[in-house]
């Protein structure tokens, strides 16, 4: 059933909007990711405009991490108090974020530093959960006790201390509140939500049980993507709200099956299974920089970058 | 005085009382994009009215073209950087129709002389080339720009398409594919005789979205922090359906 969209301009076929929708929802039900990283190349592909596809992903993104995060609430799996600590940051690093993102954009080849920024960055963090938590899975599966991450580093001794009853932890807010900028700055800069950043960061960084860092990376998803929607649909009117439900309901659904999905698993196996994501996802990108690619020029608004 | 006279009588003379002219019709007026839009196409018919005076010195030709609204655009090369491929050098093409096409009543170079093709622009790259011709160097630049959207459909040329009877009655049928942008689409007819073009006969087809798509486009234009915060309320109250929904069916 074709459906032509009328911010986007095109016709699409209405099903396969649906089936993306859903297969976004589950990798963001299971793992805590935003997925728009995945979802946007493929709008791209079926031939929604860009500018469209970004903005649209975000309302989508909204609708599937609300569905998830009513699903880990009542499973208790959400740290309200830690996502508002986070959220605090991002909105810090977001504003820090635009600011660099315009000095690269002034000084050209934004989009180039980027995608490297993005290969190396991916890359690292992949490559370092994937070994760890196989690791940690060798070791569990030959009947000796896990290696214990260290619980106390210099992160614990520093001030400000407060009590994350849901993650078990009393850490100082100075770690989480950083973790936020960071991610922050860097979703304003590569321009998603920053999910895949903040939930290996939540895990290694912060130390949370990975079974709450799913349900708050989705807690603090839902924030971002609102506040992106606002923006894209003030400023650019590019959001696409027929594409977005399209989306959604596709969106919500894989969502809840996700979420359930991710609690069956062990903490290792989902920290595996993230690990592979986020490697494709750098395969991916270093493909299209090292790849020659079949269509050398591109088309783009004028005056875009 | 007398001579002032001579020279409007011989002025009037050489004005080309048009021998042969175009009356045109169309199968449809205006094209409505409503939500389940999969294209359209248009039929596009006249005749070729004569007052005896014509002279029939070559093949009449006729040749038809549709083009979209006019927007810039600017068409990236990537070229290969320390072993990576980056967008190298940029064109911007001043005004490229969203879509075009050109439907002719036999071989190009039979119906339309070159210097007549550069005086109208009636084919492809003449058409993409004049409008963006401030750029140096250009050239595979709009050549790719007309690649990309042939291959998405919005750019055609239908060679012999247009059927021409007894070189007085022709039609054409100009196909829109579903991913057509709204605007005025400026139709124009050229009626050729060995080449030259002997008439010229424009009009405009509307495209235009209705019903809901006209709704939520206008919506997004002219209340955008309403229909912001409307496409946020969906996006809520679906992920609380879903999820309420689906604590249901585990009871």
Known sequence: MLIYLPIAEVSVNAFLLLGLGGIVGILSGMFGVGGGFLMTPLLFFIGIPPAVAVATEANQIVASSFSGVLAHLRRKTVDIKMGLVLQAGGLVGSGLGIIVFNYLKALGQVDLLVKIFYVVFLGAIGGLMFVESINTLRHSSKGRTPAKRRKHNWVHNLPFKMKFRVSGLYISVIPPLLVGMAVGVLAAIMGVGGGFIMVPAMIYLLGMPTKVVVGTSLFQIIFVTAFTTMLHATTNHTVDIALALLLLIGGVIGAQIGTRIGVKLKAEQLRILLAIMVLAVCVKLSFDLLLTPSELFVLGAAGGH | ?251
Do not use: C
């Not at chain 2, 790719?144 to 039609?171: K, N, Q």
């Not at chain 2, 010229?200 to 019903?211: A, L, M, N, Q, S």
């Open chain 2, 1 to 251: 005085m007398r001579i002032l006279h001579l020279l409007l009588a011989a002025l009037l003379f050489a004005m080309p009382a048009k021998a042969e002219e175009i009356v045109l019709g169309l199968s449809q007026d205006e094209v409505a994009i409503t939500a389940t839009f999969e294209g359209s196409h248009i039929l596009i018919f006249g005749a070729i009215k004569r007052d005896g005076t014509e002279t029939v010195d070559g093949d009449l030709g006729v040749i038809i073209t549709v083009s979209g609204p006019k927007t810039p655009i600017t068409v990236r090369r990537k070229e290969r950087k320390y072993g990576i491929w980056i967008n190298a050098d940029a064109v911007e093409v001043d005004a490229a129709p969203s879509f075009y096409a050109v439907a002719t009543s036999g071989p190009i170079e039979e119906v339309l002389k070159e210097v007549e093709d550069l005086r109208h622009s009636v084919t492809m790259s003449r058409a993409i080339r004049s409008v963006g011709a401030k750029v140096e160097g250009s050239e595979s630049f709009t050549e790719a720009l007309i690649r990309i959207r042939s291959d998405a459909g919005l750019y055609s040329t239908f060679i012999g398409t247009v059927d021409l009877e007894e070189d007085t009655l022709f039609r054409t049928a100009i196909n829109l594919p579903s991913n057509i942008t709204e605007g005025a689409y400026e139709t124009r007819i050229f009626l050729t005789r060995g080449g030259i073009v002997i008439d010229e006969y424009d009009t405009i087809i509307p495209v235009e979205k209705v019903g809901i798509e006209r709704w939520l486009y206008r919506m997004a234009q002219d209340n955008a922090v309403l229909y912001g915060i409307m496409s946020l309320l969906i996006a809520v109250a679906a992920g609380w359906g879903a999820s309420a929904a689906f604590a249901a069916l585990r009871r």
